[in-house]
């Protein structure tokens, strides 16, 4: 039995390695992972508190139209209830999307590097994708506006961009929604929104009565600390929203899962402790590559994108011995690049040392 065409041959996405398998493969006790962004910090202990009550409700379906969830999200924002979506992560937002309006014959168009789930759904769905490399790291959104032809129907971009934590300013995003035609989706994928301090960052939700064409992902598997439980959301127009639920399985957030993100949301001085702590170690990283002359792409996110001078497997393979996952890929096209996870004080200078070490074992470094 084979596959249909368009999944032959398709990569599997790559996670971070698990924390239990490097202990395993390395007989290490502690291991610290600052592979897939996720939060040092854990969650709010308001949601540890208050979510295991709820598992005496495991024997009912949850709620598939997510009511409480829903009106503690429009609160939070102030927006309106029919103009949020909630999927299985951020994730199974972007499967919806693609599923919901992409076919052979289409394309998409996303920048080259980036979040590798637009072009993976697209592929499934038989669409083409047109990449556009990225200008210095970021976006470049003239020439991904140029790309645009009569077959483009959606156009994805991640702000900050994974992996290399830049942005692009609301004065470039004002001017490239004007270029686009409004029969073109617009994903503005806002995963990492809560940690950005820059205050040229767009402010995408007032853009969307002007731009019905527009959408928003954001998610609570990064600075709310909920990537285990799996709960992303859209903003957009209504007439979007009941097309994607066409397309959306009837319970696809679990119990568990909108009760833990609607609990997040209660405790934002949490939020704001992680987005200070994370700004503190983000200048703990850059101060250091800047010390040892590495170069590095100015971070609006919980991670940092660095070139280290070195081949990224065997600094990769340095780290892990140490017990330090961090995020390479080679599909990236930066053979010696790696994307580090902001992780706690601690955290940050057990990497920054095993790197410091490294490069002095291979002469890149002179040592201190
Ligand atoms: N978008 C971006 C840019 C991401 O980095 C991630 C997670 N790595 C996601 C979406 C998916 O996140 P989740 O499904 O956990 O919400």
Redesign the pocket.
Known sequence: MQPKPTVRGLPVYNPGKPIEEVKQQYGLEHVIKLA??ENPFGCSSYVLENLLPNAKRMALYPDGAMRELRKSVARHLQVAEEKLIFGN????I?QLISRCYLQAGDNVITADVT?P?YKTNAKIEGAEVIEVPLNNGTHDLLAMAEAVNESTKIIWI?NPN?PTGTIVSAEEVTAFMQRIPSSVLIVM?E??YEYVTASSYPDTQSMLDDYPNLII?R???KIYGL?AL???YGICSPAIISELNRVREPFNVNDFAQRGAQLALQDQSFVQACQRKNSDGLEQLTTAFDRLGLNYFPSQSNFVFVETGVPAPDLFEHLLKQGIIVRMDESWGFPTAIRITVGSEEENQAFLNALEQFLQKRGTISAS
């Open positions: 897939s962004n992560g951020s994730d199974e972007v979040f789930r991640c994974n994928d995963a990492y992902l998610t609570f598997s990537a799996r709960v992303g």
